[in-house]
């Protein structure tokens, strides 16, 4: 069956430094990808998707490149900010399977 | 508006009570889901409503009854809830069915549910 792996968390950074969010993913044929990022007592926003191989993903300074060869979606950004202070959730969609398939999450704490 | 509201935020109901909780979208999709998030879980799809029409229910017990009256509103109505079905309910919309991978499903802020 399908399925998402993220890293676990928390991942706790300064201020300015470099993100890096692995995800990996189990599923055959050519899913979507997609990140969603939750803030404290929000539901889920949508932060940045891929549709096909080698589709780079970004929003708000982040950025996710659909690596079909390694099965990977991993989200980065340059410089993090105290209110990056979220969970991030790495997921996919299957054509004929309308839940999406969602990793663990990932918390990311930025510290001033 | 914008976007997917849901009413109320957080929801506070003993055992025997029933309740509902609402959802609206205000982009002029064609589906609508409701989703649980539970602590150390992971996000698990309840029901699926496309055009007003129910297209999946997985495996939900009876004491959730969805019901969609139109495109834009969807309910889920909570009777005899237990302890465990306190968590995070989480409404979202999409243009198709869900039924395309590329389909992108946008999410409301959610329904805080605490069963005493």
């Known amino acids: 069956g399908n399925s998402v792996t993220q890293m676990e968390g928390p991942v706790t950074l300064s201020e300015e430094a470099f993100l890096t969010i692995n995800c990996t993913y189990t599923?055959?044929?050519?899913?979507?990808l997609f990140w969603y990022v939750q803030y404290p007592g929000e539901g889920l926003q949508l932060l940045l998707k891929?549709?096909?191989?080698?589709d780079k993903g970004s929003n708000k300074g982040f950025e996710a490149t659909y690596r079909k060869e390694t099965t990977s979606f991993h989200l980065e950004k340059g410089s993090v900010q105290v209110s990056d202070s979220a969970v991030y959730f790495c997921a996919l969609s299957k054509t004929g399977r309308r839940a999406l398939t969602f990793g663990s999450g990932t918390r990311l704490q930025v510290q001033p | 508006e914008t976007g997917v509201t849901q009413t109320p935020r957080h929801l506070v109901m003993g055992m025997t009570n029933k309740k509902s909780l609402k959802c609206e979208q205000h982009?002029?999709?064609?589906?609508m889901y409701w989703y649980k998030q539970s602590a150390k879980k992971p996000l698990e799809l309840m029901f699926v409503y496309s055009l007003e029409e129910r297209v999946e229910n997985n495996s939900v017990p009876s004491r959730f009854s969805p019901e969609c009256p139109n495109s834009s509103h969807l309910f889920l109505h909570l009777h005899t809830l237990q302890p465990e079905d306190s968590a995070l309910y989480l409404c979202?919309?999409?243009?198709?069915?869900?039924?395309?991978?590329?389909?992108?499903?946008?999410f409301g802020p959610g329904t805080r549910l605490t069963v005493l």
């Open positions: 982009l002029g999709h064609n589906a």
């Open positions: 599923a055959t044929g050519y899913p979507s």
């Open positions: 891929a549709t096909k191989a080698d």
């Open positions: 979202a919309s999409s243009q198709g069915d869900g039924g395309a991978s590329t389909d992108t499903q946008y």
